[in-house]
């Protein structure tokens, strides 16, 4: 029975009106960042000879751009009536930093283009699903959750597919190749998003159930955020120290990415019937087993191995958590979506300087983020139980396990 609800709701999400263009971009823009995400601290560190410290700097500079710009175009946003002309201009930024990125040869240079190229890329992403949001609110409102799930899946397939395009970039033209391969990635979402039909109207809040405002999860959810945004930084650095082979991160990540596509399915069904913070939690244990095994300095193969292990918990950050932020704001989309962007980018901020505890890129680096994991598993816990015992005393009670 469960399989006829998933694949009825699946076919009606298919038939919304407008649903496939925001399929086939949200597609695009999968394909131009999983090109370039796993090479891009390898390119800065063997092709431009920057260092450590100069590689974290450009990060955290960009970064510390994007999030600004993010969070500030959030709470614009929801006093304009079209959000559509943020992304489009967004891809110009991005697509001019690139073209300065892949030229550069010296930090300044590297940096300016970064800053173009990551800057407004936090816009693109938060806009893109508050646009999404409010057009499955309006046209399909019994359905909008999975929808935005199945959108957020989407993503992962095109970075799967931009990861295999990019190992094979690498192997046949080099890091040039590769670049190019994201600067095209933004065009092909530029013109996706010229012929995009945005729906305007304001979409029905009624009967969609919001989440109590919790500091407590945030935080939680920021942690958690933080350990996944050093793991991206550090492992493709990690597996080349180790293996001496940078298109490996690729065919790593790909596989992740795969099962990305199966489990935020199934995670947020579950999230639908046993409330998000089960979900949340239950993925943050998979985090903590994925990031001991990292740390041991294993073969390859446990690598490989654990990949399925770590999707299901970037399927609930990223799948269910994401829902989880927006319906705390769901009378504010464009800003509960930046938000959540925003959660996001300040993790990667602070992911990029933690591991300075640690020097180099050895495997040892990642028993920071399982101690991320593991204090933000107690405040999730915490909460958890608080919230079940005051249930039970009180079956009105504000804060109970939505």
């Known amino acids: 029975m469960k399989k006829v609800t998933i694949m009825t709701e699946f076919k009606l999400f298919l038939k919304i009106k407008g649903a496939w263009i925001l399929l086939i971009g949200i597609f695009l823009y999968g394909i131009g960042t999983g090109i ?20 974290v700097s450009i990060f955290s500079i960009s970064l510390l751009l994007n999030m600004v710009t993010t969070i500030l175009i959030g709470i614009i946003s929801d006093m304009i009536k079209r959000k559509k002309p943020l992304p489009i201009f967004a891809c110009i930024l991005c697509m001019t930093g690139l073209l300065i990125y892949m030229n550069a ?8 283009g970064m800053i173009f190229a990551v800057a407004p890329s936090g816009l693109i992403m938060g806009q893109f699903f508050a646009m999404a949001r409010n057009h499955f609110m309006t046209i399909a409102p019994d359905i909008y959750e999975m929808a935005q799930i199945w959108l957020r899946a989407m993503l992962s ?39 995009y039909k945005e729906y305007v109207e304001p979409a029905s809040i009624s009967s969609v159930k919001g989440e109590a405002f919790s500091l407590v999860m945030l935080f939680a959810l920021l942690l958690l955020a933080c350990a996944d945004s050093l793991r991206g930084l550090y492992l493709p650095l990690v597996v080349f120290q180790l293996f001496k082979e940078p298109q490996l991160m690729s065919y790593l990540w790909s596989i992740q990415a795969v099962f990305e596509l199966l489990f935020m399915t199934v995670a947020g069904y579950w999230a639908n019937k046993f409330g998000s913070k089960p979900v949340i939690i ?3 244990l998979c985090a903590l087993t994925t990031y001991i095994l990292y740390s ?30 927006q319906r705390m704001f769901n009378t504010r989309i464009g800003f509960g979506s930046s938000l959540y962007v925003f959660l ?19 495997p040892r680096i990642f028993i920071i983020p399982s101690v991320l994991v593991c204090a933000a598993f107690i405040l999730m816990f915490g909460l958890f139980i608080i919230n079940r015992v005051r249930a039970k005393k009180d079956p009105h009670s504000i804060g109970a396990i939505g």
């Open 344 to 362: 996001s980018q300040t993790a990667a901020l602070i992911g990029y300087f933690l591991p300075f505890l640690i020097p180099g890129y050895h």
């Open 282 to 284: 239950i993925g943050s």
């Open 157 to 195: 397939v095109g970075f799967f597919t931009g990861l295999l395009v990019g190992a094979n970039l690498y192997i046949i033209g080099n890091f040039k190749s590769v670049l190019w391969g994201n600067f095209l990635g933004y065009l092909t979402l530029f013109v996706v998003l010229i012929f």
């Open 105 to 112: 040869i010296t930090y300044v240079e590297t940096l300016i």
């Open 36 to 55: 370039l995400a796993p090479m891009n601290a390898v390119y800065m560190r063997d092709e431009i000879g920057l260092s450590q410290i100069e590689i």
């Open 296 to 325: 041991v300095n294993p073969p390859i193969w446990v690598f490989f191995l654990v990949q399925p292990l770590y999707s299901f918990f970037v399927s609930v950050l990223y799948g269910v958590a994401m829902g989880y932020v």
